[in-house]
């Protein structure tokens, strides 16, 4: 497995400039869709973490190329290619997606000696 | 033995009513006692408002609702306080409202809860407020005693503050609160709660988002109403009755309820997760995930389905829907992750906007083109725009309710957001925002809520035609259903082909077939398409919004818990018109309760047409025309059903990346108003729709003001 230093892991762990922010997708029933913002990786885990109350939709394609633009980490963005061409259905390509994005902020976090939160 | 007496039912002259409507005259703080029967033919809710506006505002040129001649009317229905399935607590409030754009128009909200109900048991179908109290005021109703009280030491108080001390008013006897006197003889006091509709600051500032708060999580938000209580100087109004509501043919009302809970009802045993239909699907309406699983259903009166809920962990306050997920997103971000810390700082936050009085829609999008300014350095300390809140702390609790003061308190930025973010924007320099669609914001300067009306048009058509965002969810699970469905990769529960002929069904007479929900882009045009939204717009004013069927439960157009997946609405055996048909002693069909939502709607239309509204006020922002729909960068789907043009096959298809025609839609709008019998260049109803209608005193006003529609 590929190491990653602290520096390297802090720069993934960044927040990102307002303009290179990525939009998704909250479905809430009845409520209806709304958008977020996503401004770091972390920020990215928490938000499409599977709950009962939403589901977060986004386009993989904008998260790839946010993830190798914006973030610059080409190897979740290669990841996430991967998922892309799986030929399964969309919530099972996102909780793949989740896992991923999940381990790898972990990683990353663990490298960067950042403390974990608390989950609900 | 005791001999069997012969139990004789009597509905009484008025059954589902209670007979007397209350006016309330605040510049001279008397009141007068309306008999209902006048109104009989209106229905309740929307409809009895409606009525009553036009016979008691003196002035319906009125632009903004903040006016000495606006009249604000509170109704029930004949269904408030009684058993009829999830129509037993809604509550309508209708007048000229404030903050729309260009023109605050006549407009509606409804909340929920045990308020209509308790007004029925004291003996009132409705309140109509007219005029302006000289100093702060709030009204005791008990039973047929209406009493003025000043209400100055009560002004600056929040609504939670509000009712307690309303409570402890009424308390007398200094017995404690829960034992209440009652005037009159025989029953002398109730452990009854009193019922008390209220205002916060944000209502007494006069500000767009005011809303009418009762009890905890029921707020009247839409049309800024908080604003014009708080105008008329009247801070609350408290009901508490001992009396009951009289019903035509209890039995047929048992039966009814009993056979639909057989058919439609949820086996909570094993419920289905994946129901497709309205009447038996299960949910909550608390957005933000909370840590805790214990939670025990609340209610409005009447409610089958308890969508609220009463957590152990108390988060909230018991706050519920909207406003306890627009902040969600920002706490966690400031909370780095942390679950049960973003969940409590979104709902002390939502508690204190239902403190306050605040509709807190229009900060969904609205906070979102906030930090959007910041963040290009627009707004903060020493920018173009200044404020001293701290857009650092976004997502802190300190900052949710430093933002909601401001608001409600016309401070700092909040003096201009309060007359409406899209106002705010254009005062700011910043139209472009509004059209371009940085800030979602499609129809009359309201917040979009949730549904793009590019995509699901049939929302966007409504709320356009009416005053406000139409949220009605009658169309709405034929977008959720197929799309979860198929985001799950299982195949829909309902098939296209299927679905658009089980409700094609239902909405005939008024449409001929399927045709009316292909929404297709070729299509969304076409008769079949404004027919359904003329049902849409029909279905909603009475049965829902003057009959007062809750909207998260009915219309049932479709229900996977019934043979051959038929929804209760309109059926013989359960539907709406059996329920009201069973309470009121009518014998109307449910075509017949649509007829008087198209009455209702043509009121409004003069009501519209008085304040100087002409067709071309009704056209969306700029970006909903000239912008493919921005959703699709972010969301990666929106499924609704479409026939092939070739094949003629149904498919649910994405109905993504698109825009609405300008040229189109204005030439639908001729055909729209054609079938209403609206005069097509100008929108006003014509003499001979009027007259059809029986509204011949609205033709003579229309035609005194010069506004009365040409024949087309």
């Known amino acids: 497995m590929q190491t990653i230093d602290q520096t390297e892991a802090r720069h993934l762990l960044r927040e990102v400039p307002y303009a290179e922010w990525l939009q998704i997708g909250r479905m809430m029933i009845p409520k209806g869709i709304h958008q977020a913002r996503i401004s770091s990786l972390s920020e990215l885990e928490w938000t499409i973490r599977p709950t009962a109350k939403t589901l977060v939709l986004m386009r993989f394609d904008n998260l790839e190329q946010w993830l190798r633009e914006a973030v610059g980490d080409h190897t979740l963005a290669e990841t996430v290619l991967a998922i892309r061409s799986r030929d399964v259905p969309y919530v099972e390509q996102s909780q793949a997606v989740y896992d991923a994005v999940a381990e790898r902020v972990a990683a990353l976090k663990e490298a960067a000696g950042e403390e974990e939160v608390r989950h609900a | ?712």
């Open chain 2, 1 to 712: 033995m005791a001999s069997k007496k012969k139990v004789i039912h009597d509905p009484g002259a008025l059954p589902g009513y209670a007979g007397k409507i209350l006016h309330l005259k605040l510049s001279d703080l008397s009141y007068e006692v309306i008999p209902t029967e006048k109104y009989r033919k209106w229905g309740g809710g929307n409809g009895l408002g409606t009525a009553l506006f036009w016979d008691y505002c003196e002035d319906k040129t009125l632009q903004d609702g903040r006016h000495e001649k606006n009249v604000c009317v509170v109704a029930s229905s004949p269904f408030c306080g009684t058993s009829v399935p999830s129509a037993g607590g809604r509550c309508e409030v209708t007048g000229i409202g404030y903050g729309q754009i260009p023109v605050s128009w006549y407009t509606r909200s409804n909340f929920g809860g045990r308020y209509s109900a308790m007004m029925k048991y004291a003996g009132w179908d409705a309140v109509v407020i007219s005029g302006k109290a000289p100093e702060p005021v709030w009204v005791e109703v008990t039973n047929a005693t209406v009493t003025y009280h000043k209400a100055k030491a009560l002004w600056g108080k929040g609504t939670r503050e509000t009712q307690l001390a309303i409570f402890s008013a009424l308390d007398r006897e200094n017995k404690g609160w829960g034992w209440e006197p009652l005037p009159g003889k025989g029953v002398e006091y109730s452990t009854q709660k009193p019922a008390i509709l209220c205002i916060g600051p944000a209502g007494e500032n006069q500000t767009q988002l005011g809303s009418l708060v009762h009890d905890s999580g029921n707020g009247a938000g839409q049309g800024g109403f908080g604003a014009v209580w708080g105008f008329k100087n009247l801070k609350a109004v408290s009901f508490m009755g001992s009396g009951s509501i009289k019903i035509a043919d209890p039995m047929g009302l048992v039966d009814a309820r009993f056979l639909q809970k057989e058919i439609y009802g949820v086996n909570m045993e094993e419920p289905d997760i994946h129901q497709w239909g309205m009447l038996g699907r299960v949910f909550t309406s608390t957005f933000v995930g909370l840590p805790s699983n214990n939670r025990r259903a609340q209610a409005c009166v009447g409610c089958v389905m308890g969508c609220r809920s009463r957590y152990d962990i108390g988060y909230g306050n018991e706050v519920s829907c909207q406003e306890t997920s627009w902040y969600g997103h920002y706490a966690g971000k400031y909370a780095k992750g942390d679950e049960i810390e973003m969940a409590k700082v979104t709902m002390q936050v939502a508690d204190y906007c239902n403190d306050l009085g605040l509709n807190s829609y229009p900060f969904e999008h609205g906070l979102d083109w906030l930090e959007g300014l910041w963040h290009k350095g627009i707004l903060g300390p020493g920018k173009q725009i200044e404020t001293k809140l701290n857009f650092n702390e976004i997502g802190s609790l300190e900052f949710g309710k430093a933002l909601l003061k401001v608001v409600a308190h016309r401070e700092d930025i909040g003096k201009d957001l309060a007359d409406g973010f899209v106002q705010t924007a254009h005062k700011w320099g910043r139209k472009q925002d509004h059209d371009d669609g940085t800030l979602l914001f499609p129809y009359w300067g309201m917040p979009e809520h949730g549904y793009d009306p590019r995509a699901e048009v049939e929302w966007g058509f409504a709320s356009i035609m009416t005053d406000r965002d139409i949220n009605s969810h009658e169309f709405n699970p034929l977008f959720w259903k197929p799309t979860v469905a198929i985001a799950f990769g299982m195949r829909p529960r309902i098939s296209a082909e299927e679905i658009v002929h089980l409700i094609a069904e239902k909405l005939k007479p008024y449409v001929k077939g399927p045709e009316c929900l292909d929404f297709s882009t070729n299509n969304i045009y076409s008769d079949e398409v404004l027919n359904m939204t003329r049902w849409y717009i029909h279905y909603s004013r009475f049965w829902k919004n003057s009959a007062l069927f809750c909207d998260l439960r009915w219309a049932d157009l479709f229900d996977t818990n019934a043979p051959g997946n038929v929804g209760a609405t309109g059926d013989s055996r359960l539907g709406e018109q059996v329920f009201w048909n069973a309470v009121t002693g009518e014998n109307i069909s449910f075509v017949d309760g649509l007829s008087k939502g198209h009455r209702i709607y043509v009121l409004q239309s003069a009501i519209w047409a008085l304040q100087g509204r002409h067709r071309d006020h009704a056209k969306f922002a700029d970006y909903i025309y000239e912008k493919k729909n921005e959703e699709g960068e972010f969301f990666p789907f929106y499924f609704w059903p479409c026939k092939n043009e070739k094949t003629g096959k149904w498919a649910y298809e994405d109905v993504l990346h698109r825009h609405l025609d300008r040229e189109k839609f204005e030439e639908w709008k001729d055909r729209f108003y054609k079938a209403e019998g609206l005069d097509p260049k100008t929108g006003w109803p014509t003499q001979k729709t009027l007259e059809e209608l029986g509204l011949e005193d609205v033709a003579k006003e229309l035609d005194a003001h010069g506004k009365l529609g040409k024949e087309a």
